[in-house]
């Protein structure tokens, strides 16, 4: 009998599969096996392949892609490869699991989310905090209307990753690579978040800051200039009247260190009650809701019903995972699932297009100052 598991080749060797991709797919090894990677530094590839007994190591992209024994794609190179590789891999008929953002630009997204709509394969973003327990139970909320006419989003996402001015230079610091700096790494995921509770955003404006002109090389002397934002703050109007603010920042003291303690935090407020989101509370919400709670100012901590503390048919353990870490790999599950036919509940080419549409308004009103609307095709 053939081997009934998905067979999954990695393009990029860098933190984000070691951190979360191959720890995610490792969590169905009945349905799921990583057969090959690829990476533009072999010696990266060679070595990634090593630690997590990883068959094939391939010397480009597009050997991987030709490769017949492999169904299926995780896209984690820079930002700026994203595109290609993904446009790529829908071609070769693979279903593709691509990192956010999922094109440096909006027509390069949509151009994607359009392939994919033609393709009978899954398609799905690397859109992370969706799987936050905290955050699923929050949607619930939303969508059986405990707040009433919902009228406000406030959204805060801190860590210190480039508070250190000596922090190297790296790609996530030129335009052509990293694209909109925060708005495109940290930013994408808030979008995403926004436009998963509440729907579309209409019209942004936004103000950005860069606080460090140059950065040490990390391959030896010399500085590399910094052409991305390190933090920025907008304002959001969304579709359904809600008024939205976002603030995001890389380079703060003291609200999220990098990694395992950043800060994120969501706020939606109604008429009827309001809730507060913190990723470093996974399994609970503050919440105030109906007439006796919200009009006294009177909250309360809840905790996430059973059903939602880990995406159906994850094999984890909530309550001995590492509560700032496990909802990570239940992405490589729903990407699994998806591809088995066993849910829809994933984030599209679609979301993801559409949260490079907003990211691309955002960027725009910050370097013009203006206000932008974020129209429909």
């Known amino acids: 009998m053939s081997d009934p598991r998905l067979r999954v080749g990695v393009v990029g060797a860098g933190r984000i599969a070691d951190f979360v991709h191959l720890p995610s797919l490792r969590l169905l090894p009945e349905l799921c096996e990583v057969v090959a990677v690829a990476s533009r530094d072999p010696d990266r590839a060679r070595t990634f392949a090593g630690r997590w007994a990883v068959p094939r190591v391939h010397a480009t992209w597009q050997a991987l892609l030709d490769d017949a024994g492999v169904d299926a794609v995780v896209v984690c190179p820079p930002s700026d490869l994203n595109y290609a590789v993904a446009s790529a891999a829908i071609e070769a008929g693979k279903h593709v699991l691509c990192e956010k953002p999922l094109a440096i630009s909006y027509p390069e997204a949509r151009a994607l989310a359009q392939a994919a709509s033609g393709s009978p394969r899954v398609h799905m973003v690397a859109f992370t905090f969706r799987f936050a327990a905290a955050l699923r139970y929050l949607r619930r909320l ?22 250190d001015p000596e922090a190297p230079f790296t790609w996530r610091h030129q335009r052509a690579r990293g694209g ?50 390190d933090a920025c703050a907008f304002v959001a109007e969304f579709a359904s009247g809600v008024i939205g603010t976002f603030d995001l920042s890389r380079a703060v003291a003291g609200r999220g260190g990098t990694g395992r303690p950043q800060y994120q935090g969501v706020e939606v407020h109604g008429t009827e009650g309001a809730a507060v989101y913190e990723l470093i509370r996974p399994f609970h919400l503050q919440v105030s809701l109906g007439r006796a709670m919200a009009r006294r100012q009177h909250w309360a901590t809840v905790e ?52 490079q549409r907003v990211v691309d308004a955002v960027d725009l009103a910050a370097r013009e100052r203006r206000w932008i609307p974020v129209g429909r095709d």
């Not at 939303?142 to 508070?163: K, S, T």
């Not at 209409?202 to 030896?220: D, H, I, K, N």
């Open 142 to 163: 939303v969508a059986e209307g405990h707040f009433g006419e919902i009228r406000h989003w406030r959204m805060a996402y801190f860590n210190d990753g480039q508070l």
């Open 180 to 229: 909109a700096g925060i708005l495109a790494d940290m930013g994408s995921h808030m979008i995403d978040m926004a436009r998963y509770l509440l729907g579309e955003i209409t019209a942004v404006s936004a103000v950005s800051r860069g606080y460090v002109g140059e950065r040490p090389l990390a391959g030896g002397p010399g500085r590399g200039r910094v052409e991305t934002p």
């Open 304 to 355: 996430v019903p059973l059903d939602l503390q880990v995406y159906p048919g994850s094999p984890r353990n909530p309550r001995t995972d590492d509560p700032l870490m496990g909802y990570k790999y239940d992405q490589g599950v729903a990407f699994v699932r998806a591809v088995r036919g066993e849910t829809a509940d994933y984030p599209t080419f679609e979301d993801g297009a559409e949260v």
